[in-house]
């Protein structure tokens, strides 16, 4: 059973471009936690979904940021006209539902220039 | 205001040693849960627990032991003759909600096992 898959693990973007970021759940977890590690802010709760359906996106800013997580494929976190205080490793995590263990992907780093 | 307090920015021990990372919170509610992270230094994030405000046993994991105390707001984990490999930045996380979402994190405590 492959572990959460994130990519990519590093994405360079320009002022003003747009930043897809991809989430792959573990095999039968429904539920994707988004989690942003700003430098000097340490780690934030974004978004939270279930397939389908955003539950809680009370972390995530209201401008620029989008999550989904559609019936196929995997989860995706995008941010629309990126600057550089976007800069900051993005996590997601998953959950199977019927267990309280939390298991992260390898984060993706983004790079606003 | 939900906070999360972790007093200790860095700690170091050598290894073998035990080591206590300390975690106060605060909160309004009744009903809550704390949880603990480790980020290694190659930077992933690994859940390690969640307890909920009810359970006030302690939690032992192998070298890993949790200690929640509701009367003081603390719950400290512990490393048992600590190794290399538990070199990492450790985070407590409070959420007052049964899900994973409305957690707020401490700032983190790096420790530093040197062998």
């Known amino acids: 059973n492959a572990g959460v898959m994130q990519n990519p693990r590093h994405l360079v973007r320009r002022r003003g471009q747009e930043a897809r970021l991809r989430c792959s759940p573990m095999?039968?977890?429904?539920?994707v936690y988004w989690y942003r590690q700003l430098p000097e802010e340490g780690l934030k709760f974004m978004v939270y979904?279930?397939?389908?359906?955003?539950?809680?996106e009370s972390g995530m800013p209201k401008e620029r940021f989008s999550a989904e997580f559609p019936k196929e494929g995997p989860s995706i976190l995008r941010i629309q006209q990126v600057v550089r205080g976007d800069s900051a490793a993005y996590f997601c995590a998953t959950l199977s539902g019927y267990t309280d263990t939390q298991y992260f992907g390898p984060g993706t780093r983004l790079t606003v220039l | 205001a939900q906070k999360v307090t972790q007093a200790q920015t860095e700690i170091s021990v050598v290894e073998k040693e035990d080591v206590t990372l300390d975690c106060v919170y605060e909160?309004?509610?009744?009903?809550?849960?704390l949880f603990w992270y480790k980020q290694p230094p190659s930077g992933e994030l690994v859940f390690l627990i969640r307890r909920n405000s009810f359970d006030e046993q302690n939690e032992i994991s192998g070298r890993y032991s949790w200690n929640f105390q509701k009367s003081t707001s603390s719950f400290n984990f512990t490393i048992t003759a600590s190794q290399v490999v538990d070199s990492a930045v450790y985070f407590c996380a409070l959420s007052e909600d049964t899900s994973y979402d409305k957690v707020i994190f401490g700032p983190g405590t790096s420790l530093s096992v040197i062998p």
């Open positions: 909160t309004r509610d009744t009903t809550y849960y």
């Open positions: 979904l279930q397939k389908e359906n955003i539950i809680d």
């Open positions: 095999k039968g977890h429904s539920h």
